[in-house]
């Protein structure tokens, strides 16, 4: 069965640090994998998605992430945070045999301080 | 090019009652996604819809149930409330391509508060 972890419930960084959100997934089959935001009273956004091309993924707003087979980890980073960067972050793996419907992983929070 | 639309954006009901959430697609999709979004959580895939049928079903009970209409727009509709049934209720849309890499689009949600 497909699930998703991601580690970390709340990150906290300062503005221009690396930011780095956990995730990790578990399937039976190769996985489908997205990065979503979610700002305050809106719905999701897709930041990137991995679909078994290229490992690593670039994404919006400077975001990028590393899809690693060994590891069963697919986690987001952004070298320099920005204050808009504060959101809810949610990692999704897409079911199998699915159309695209998704496993969401209980959401990370970043702050960014000044 | 309008996104998905939901409707309303905010809703109060008692338990008990029953209730109806709208959902319009993104130009050019025809299948539509539910999702429930508990406070603190990720989204739970309720149920999605193409070509006006149930394709799908996640493990909800079945007081939850939908429509699609033949313009693609949907209704999501859940009888004898809860007060566990509060939640951010978000629609996706998509293309049909039945692909497990299609992206699914997200409305802005509909908050259901149950007392």
């Known amino acids: 069965a497909q699930s998703v972890t991601q580690l970390g419930s709340h990150v906290s960084v300062s503005e221009g640090a690396l930011v780095l959100l956990r995730c990790n997934y578990s399937?039976?089959?190769?996985?489908?994998l997205f990065w979503y935001v979610q700002y305050p009273n809106q719905g999701l956004q897709l930041l990137l998605k991995?679909?078994?091309?290229?490992?690593l993924v670039k994404g919006i707003n400077g975001f990028e992430a590393e899809f690693k087979k060994s590891e069963t980890s697919f986690h987001l980073t952004k070298p320099s945070a920005h204050m808009s960067d504060a959101a809810e972050y949610f990692c999704a793996v897409s079911l199998k045999g699915s159309q695209g419907n998704l496993i969401f992983g209980k959401g990370t929070k970043l702050s960014v301080k000044p | 090019d309008a996104g998905v639309t939901q409707s309303p954006t905010h809703l109060i009901k008692t338990r008990g009652q029953q209730v109806t959430l709208r959902c319009s697609p993104k130009s050019g999709h025809d299948t539509v996604s539910w999702y429930q979004q508990a406070l603190g959580q990720g989204p739970q895939f309720i149920f999605q819809?193409?070509?006006?049928?149930?394709?799908q079903r996640g493990n909800f009970p079945d007081r939850f149930s939908g429509h699609q209409f033949p313009n693609y727009s949907s209704e999501l509709n859940v009888n004898a409330l809860l007060l566990g049934d509060s939640a951010l209720y978000l629609c996706?849309?998509?293309?049909?391509?039945?692909?497990?890499?299609?992206?699914?689009?997200f409305g802005p949600g509909t908050r259901l508060t149950v007392l």
């Open positions: 996706a849309s998509s293309r049909g391509t039945l692909l497990r890499s299609d992206t699914q689009y």
């Open positions: 991995y679909t078994s091309a290229a490992t």
């Open positions: 399937s039976s089959v190769p996985p489908y």
């Open positions: 819809y193409y070509e006006e049928e149930e394709r």
